[in-house]
């Protein structure tokens, strides 16, 4: 049995972000990985789905700018978007994240880890053999997810692509089906679309439902001008392959979907199956509940205060960026009860995943770019906020119209009245994504309006859009700003 002070589950984004800071906090660490170190996110998710839209993305907006439009009259270039993919994937090599562990100093595990017990995990070894591992102070489980198959029939047995597939693939399929409405259905339907594929995406309630409506409207209308099928409210029947190979996807009250792969995108489930955690009480397959230090809510067997479970597997955000802030506070709390020093679990305390409740940002790297943060106007409402939403055309920018002709989009704001602060914010359009992180600070910091008022977008940028939204909100009067019989008119 060896002994450490802390050991992860799952080298992901998130699990390197736990090790990182339990290191920097003075613990030895050890992380385990039974794939690639770097997780999906690096290998099958966020990086090659990027990679893979980024070069059609940069041939649409050169086309949006006469002068330069002339200029790229050519094709995408398929093979060479697949070949920049795969060296942003290194071939799906993790010998660079090995190297990144090692000077690091955490200690790596290569294998299946499943827990033991109380601060125990088994690693199985690819070889059979099995290492035993006992942690001082904590393990951490970030163990991520798989892509959640629905029970439609037929649909298992017809070789579906998941995301793994779509984001792994060699090359293009002359028709790609496409279940499901949501952040992988839209991004993979709009690289597909951009490689010449005869695009179906079946949704069954709409595009992009977390976000404002407008947004997965305008992504409706994006996908349709690339050359692909949007269904807003497909319920199918059945999937199968027929004796040529093809997939037929049975739509009720509508002919068949027939391509040559079908890509499922209907959501996550937790990797937590096979992880042992029948032995420490909790319900195997679960998503694991935690509180805002990242701390495995009810009490896991025997002991409170030692078991994590950040990123992905929790449920809270489904997002590299969010899991990594998760991992950086879990980290730091880890290392932080580990030599018994305050913890600052306070909302916005350096030990909490508040942002997790008010900030979430996310873009989806679609045609146009949908950018999000905070409450949507109809969540907030939910919850009770009093609040004025804010629309401006996003051509009311001069700087947006220079960026590219026939700049159409919008862009949101939703006001709390009660506290006169952003909580939540939508740009939708060309080239946008930047935008979002402005929107970020200003609901984390909880900025004033009044104060917003002094921060001044530089002309012509697309950032004038903030100016627009608060000339929309409306400049606070005179008798508002300033007190009667304070006028300064004396000076
Ligand atoms: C197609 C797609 C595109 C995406 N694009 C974006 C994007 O642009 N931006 C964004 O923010 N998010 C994006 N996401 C989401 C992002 O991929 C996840 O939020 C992120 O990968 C979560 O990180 P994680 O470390 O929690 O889990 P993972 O990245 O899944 O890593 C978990 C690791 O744990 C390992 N593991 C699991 N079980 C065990 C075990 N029992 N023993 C040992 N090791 C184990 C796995 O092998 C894996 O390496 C995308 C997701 C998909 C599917
Ligand atoms: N750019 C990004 O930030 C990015 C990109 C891709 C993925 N992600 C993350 O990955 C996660 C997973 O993405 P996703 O698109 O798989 O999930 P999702 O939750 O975004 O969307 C799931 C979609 O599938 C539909 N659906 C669910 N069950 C269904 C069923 N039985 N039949 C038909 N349709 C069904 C839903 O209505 C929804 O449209 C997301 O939470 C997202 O945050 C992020």
Redesign the pocket.
Known sequence: MREVDVVV???????ENVADRAKAGGLDVVI?????VG???SYW??VP??TLLRSAAALRAAQRVPGAAEAVTGRLDVAAVFRRRNEWVSDWSDAGGEEWLRGAGIGLER????LAGLRRVDVERADGTTVELAARHAVVI????DAAIPDLPGLADARPWT?RE??SSPEAPGRLAIIGGGV?AV?MATAYAGFGSEVTVLARSGLLGGMEPFAGEAVADGLRELGASVHMAARLASVSRDDRDQVVIEVEGGDPVVADEVLVATGRRP?TA??GLETVGLEPGDWLDVDDTLLVAGAPAGEAGWLYAV???NHRA????Q?KYQGRAAGDVIAARAIGARVDDAPWGVHVATADHEAVPQVV?AEPECASVGLTAEAAEHAGRRVRVIDVPLGSASGAGIHGDGAEGRARLVVDLDRETVIGATFVGPDLAELLHAATIAIVGEVPIGRLWHAVPAFPTVSEIWLRLLEALGRPTADRVIPAGDSGAAA
């Open positions: 589950i799952g080298a992901g984004p998130v699990g385990v990985e039974r794939e690639l997780g999906e996110c998710a966020c789905s990027k294998g299946h880890a499943r970030a163990t991520g997810t995301s779509a984001t992988v991004e990797r096979d992880l990123g992905d597997v489904l997002l590299t960026h899991g790297f």
